[in-house]
């Protein structure tokens, strides 16, 4: 018979225990795994593989030059004219840890480069499995993304910091149950806001747009608690349609300046577009800028509306169909509508008021070196394509 101290001695301890467990513990290899495998394996070769054969271009030069003095002398002066000091410290560990080459050079961002191809995988939770499988493949293959992972500059260390901004700020507001409105997750916040003040000046848009999200999420739960109504509906109302009307702004202001590019001054083009639709209204033939402004402008709206109401649907799928929020789409609709419209005149004013000269007519711009009697009459020409003649 086994004593009590040969039962104590046969049982685990606590210092064995988590060991024997996680030596114990069956490990699937599914197909997700292996795909995430392959996405870091070509993650490390492609940020790594002949770095330093790449002869250092001028911003490189200046980096790696006064990185190099403050590894061999531990001097440094901070100038704005090579953005924040981080980069260069970090620069300096690498050549007092593996030498002073072009490689070792280029390590602080090729390292970080790897970090930003595998973040996704923290997303999974918002992006879904394929979401985040996706977005860890764009990153891996996107050309710009490569060239500044593999570029000492202050580039990558800036996106990945306000990479982590993000992700803390979703597990603040949307994380788990127990590890949500954490107190850690500011902190997060807090050291990638710094990471990212040390690396670049581009940080105040990504803390204004951070701190944005923070305070409208703040002041619709004060809100949601007094008014004892859910602040779901109206944090929706406050996010998504600027976001959507900028993207959807962004895309009709190209479209605007390529038809329209005949016609420079906004009211010119108001005229233009209101007599085309009024000969088109009538049955006459309207010119071949405003059919390409028309068709472009109807295709970007049915597709607009189709995402819009075909997310919504996808949202309350399984449900009835009295459960979809009508009410709520259309006012979303309404709101983006308005947003788009003031986003797109705003942008006309300030970008045509710059040509108009004192006694309102239009300046044609002057190519450096020439004289006004060289000057070119038309910058680009851009050949309109229609969708439907």
């Not at 046969?10 to 069956?26: F, I, N, Q």
């Not at 003095?69 to 981080?86: K, S």
């Not at 189709?306 to 649907?313: D, E, H, R, S, Y």
């Not at 259309?330 to 788009?340: D, E, Q, S």
Request: net charge neutral; glycine share 6%.
């Amino acid at each position: 018979m086994a004593t009590t101290l040969d039962q104590q001695m046969m049982r685990p301890s606590g210092e064995t225990a988590p060991l024997s467990r996680l030596l114990a513990r069956a490990y699937t290899i599914n197909w997700e795994v292996v795909a995430y495998a392959v996405i870091f394996v070509f993650a490390i070769l492609t940020r790594f593989v002949g770095l330093g054969d790449r002869v250092m271009s001028h911003d490189e030069s200046l980096h790696t030059y006064y990185s190099f003095l403050l590894f061999r002398d531990g001097n440094f002066e901070h100038t704005p004219l090579m953005h924040g000091p981080i980069l260069f410290h970090a620069n300096a560990l690498a050549y007092f840890l593996f030498g002073d080459n072009d490689f070792t050079g280029r390590l602080y961002p090729a390292v970080l480069g790897v970090i930003m191809v595998m973040f996704p995988l923290l997303l999974r939770r918002w992006l879904g499995r394929w979401g985040a499988l996706l977005a860890a493949t764009m990153i891996l293959i996107s050309p710009l993304l490569l060239y500044y992972n593999r570029y000492i500059r202050h580039d990558t260390p800036s996106i990945l910091s306000a990479m982590i901004m993000m992700y803390a700020t979703f597990m603040y507001l949307d994380g788990p149950g127990r590890v949500r409105r954490k107190a850690y997750w500011l902190y997060i916040i807090a050291a990638a806001m710094l990471w990212n003040l040390g690396s670049k000046e581009t940080a105040f848009m990504y803390v204004a747009i951070f701190g944005s999200i923070l305070t409208i999420y703040w002041l619709v739960r004060l809100y949601q608690h007094f008014a004892k109504r859910p602040g779901r509906t109206l944090f929706y109302y406050i996010t998504l349609p600027p976001i959507i009307a900028g993207v959807i702004a962004l895309v009709m202001y190209g479209v605007i300046s390529i038809s329209l590019q005949s016609f420079q001054t906004l009211p010119a083009r108001l005229n233009y577009v209101s007599e085309q639709f009024t000969i088109l209204i009538s049955g006459g033939a309207p010119g071949f800028e405003f059919v390409t402004f028309f068709s472009w402008t109807v295709l970007v709206a049915v597709i607009s509306v189709a995402l819009i109401i075909g997310t919504a649907v996808w949202a309350f799928r399984g449900s009835i169909v009295r459960s979809l929020p009508v009410r709520e789409i259309v006012i979303m609709l309404l709101l983006v509508l308005a947003i788009c419209l003031v986003l797109i005149y705003v942008e006309e004013v300030s970008h045509l008021s710059s040509r108009i000269d004192e006694g309102g007519e239009v300046v044609e711009p002057v190519v450096p070196g020439e004289t006004d009697a060289e000057a070119v009459v038309g910058v680009s020409a851009i050949n309109n394509t229609p969708i439907f003649a």
